[in-house]
């Protein structure tokens, strides 16, 4: 490893030196060598075998203006990694007879629509109320990264949508809103702020001294890491928040007192095997499915090993904490840079870690577990063209410079990839990220399927509108959500359509289908009363048919 001169970082590496013993180490400080660095922002990484933390290092800077290197003492904000902790209180109390997991929404907030009667505290747990998310409908409502809003401002949204995405327990979709609410809910039954209770009730008893839920952005945090973003190719940028609202995420911690929290999981005075079991207990759907999302944990397995997981990202910090329970080895990495990748760089260190109890993969079936077979491999050309991951959200295959390259049609990302086997593709330097093409039809292929960190996507090719055949002057208008109190306006920019929200710069929308338009990650779908365009109802991720009626 390169060292500084720098005598806090010195200090560190005298400090982790009792954790440098593994055999594994100099493989896994090689997945971190680009952070490794004395000017650039990094990670936390801590390895936890058998109740003790046998590897903890830093790679890169906490604070890049004071030159503070990050130390498994660093304290990271972690993101929905937090959402454990809020599904803790909410199993704690209902341990104590406080609230019942089938107490309906209702009852803790009668102000909420009649659909608040059919939602369960359960419900909200598993992400399966269909409660739309609060943070994508403050994006809608036209508020950037740096606004400013409360509780009140949040509960006041919720209140006033008057639909859901999704009939409860019919379907899962994520929702920040979900464990906001849960948060309330502790609030309200606890008698106390839900910071107050889960110090009480659980980083006290568990000695996570440097661990809080934090409402108040204020507040001092000794060894706090500094969140960033890059800019382009150029100099990174603070990215952090004034934001207090907590239940969704909200957790400061670090590798250090995680590892208390990951030890409780095996054997606690503080948390019963009774607590964990409602921990880890999947949801499950009207129909009888069952779903990968427990309380606040995924449950799911990498390689054929079991793995209990969260991720979390926000501003400029990314988490993840995964978990294999069978092997009682748990990988942990905080990063305070907007583009690290913890979830991909936790199953690296695993994959070297328990190598000898992975099943191998195969890659021309996109990453699913099957005997090697023989793929007639496809012409390039025959995989352009524009694939629907989730409706409204396209990725486009396009050949440029000569070789194939992604682009996101949601945030305009270009990327190469490569062919690693069959058809099989991969952006170089990151092996958890896969891309499989198959069935042809008509000379093309017709489906893509992404396998990411272990998670599969399946995206369909569509059709390409050509923008010469829509007569765009149809759309043009300004549009009122009575939900969101917001006015879209639609109008013509050089020869295009765009939309403004409030005083916001006007971006560009670009036709996606009949009467639809796509917006990043938001699909307008524009209606009509015989050919006159009357409104449109907009989808957007985590927020399902929002209604916008012509003004």
């Known amino acids: 490893m390169k060292k500084y001169a720098h005598p806090l970082l010195c200090f560190v590496f005298l400090s982790c030196s009792s954790f440098a013993q593994i055999e594994e180490k100099e493989a896994i400080d090689r997945l971190f060598l680009e952070w490794d660095k004395p000017d650039v922002p990094g990670c936390a990484l801590g390895i936890i075998k058998d109740g003790d933390l046998i590897y903890a290092n830093g790679y890169g800077m906490a604070n890049l203006e004071y030159d503070i290197p990050i130390d498994k003492h660093s304290v990271f904000r972690i993101g929905s990694t937090s959402k454990q902790f809020t599904a803790a209180c909410i199993v704690l109390l209902a341990g104590k007879g ?3 997991m089938e107490d309906r929404l209702s009852k803790f907030f009668p ?12 419900h ?13 409908l403050s994006s809608l409502k036209g508020y950037g990264g740096d606004d400013f809003y409360e509780d009140k401002d949040i509960m006041k949204w919720l209140v006033n949508q008057q639909d859901l995405n999704f009939a409860p327990g019919s379907e899962y979709l994520y929702s920040n809103s979900g464990y906001w609410l849960l948060g309330q809910i502790v609030n309200q039954v606890a008698g106390k702020n839900m910071a107050e209770f889960a110090k009480e009730e659980i980083f006290d008893p568990l000695g996570m001294t440097e661990t809080h839920f934090h409402n108040d952005h204020t507040k001092i945090v000794k060894n706090r890491a500094t969140g960033y973003r890059p800019v382009g190719d150029g100099p990174y940028k603070i990215s952090m928040t004034t934001l207090d609202m907590i239940g969704d995420g909200g957790i400061f911690t670090s590798v250090n007192d995680i590892l208390k929290w990951d030890n409780a999981f095996y054997s606690s005075d503080v948390l019963t095997p009774d607590f964990w079991s409602a921990m880890t207990e999947q949801g499950v759907l ?4 069952t779903i990968d999302y427990a309380a606040g944990l995924f449950i799911a397995d990498h ?5 209990v997981s969260h991720g979390g990202a926000f501003v400029g910090f990314r988490a993840d904490l995964i978990r294999f329970p069978e092997h009682r080895l748990s990988v942990v990495v905080f990063a305070n840079r907007a583009d690290a990748n913890p979830t991909g760089k936790c199953f690296q260190v695993a994959d070297i870690m328990l190598k000898d109890y992975m099943d191998d993969e195969d890659v021309s079936s996109g990453g699913e577990n099957a005997d090697p077979v023989q793929v007639t491999e496809f012409d390039r050309d025959q995989l352009v063209g524009t694939y629907e991951v989730r409706p409204g959200i396209a990725l486009e295959i396009r050949v440029q410079n000569d070789s194939l ?8 990302s ?20 896969k891309f499989t093409f198959s069935d042809i039809v008509e000379g093309s292929t017709s489906e893509l399927v992404i396998l990411q960190n272990g998670r599969k996507t399946v995206g369909k090719r569509i059709p390409t509108i050509d923008p010469a055949s829509v007569n765009m002057d149809e759309f043009v208008g300004k549009f009122y959500s009575e939900e969101l109190d917001v006015v879209y306006e639609v109008s013509m920019k050089d020869d295009s359509l765009s939309v403004t929200v409030d005083d916001n710069e006007p971006e560009r929308i670009t036709p996606y289908d009949k009467d639809q338009f796509s917006l990043n990650y938001m699909l307008m779908r524009f209606q009509r009363t015989g050919d006159s365009v ?3 109802l907009l989808d957007a991720g985590r927020v399902k048919d929002l209604k916008f009626q012509k003004m």
């Open 286 to 289: 009207n129909n009888g499915d």
């Open 534 to 536: 009357t409104g449109f």
């Open 405 to 412: 390259n992604v682009l996101q049609k949601w945030n305009g």
């Open 414 to 433: 270009t990327y190469g990839i490569f062919r690693i086997q069959g058809n099989t593709f991969q952006i170089p330097g990151n092996e958890e990220l």
């Open 124 to 136: 909200l747990l598993n992400h399966t109320s269909g409660i739309r998310d609060y943070l994508t």
């Open 303 to 307: 390689k054929g090993l079991k793995t």
């Open 98 to 100: 406080k609230l019942s």
């Open 111 to 122: 102000d909420f629509p009649g659909y608040a009667d059919n939602i369960t505290v359960r």
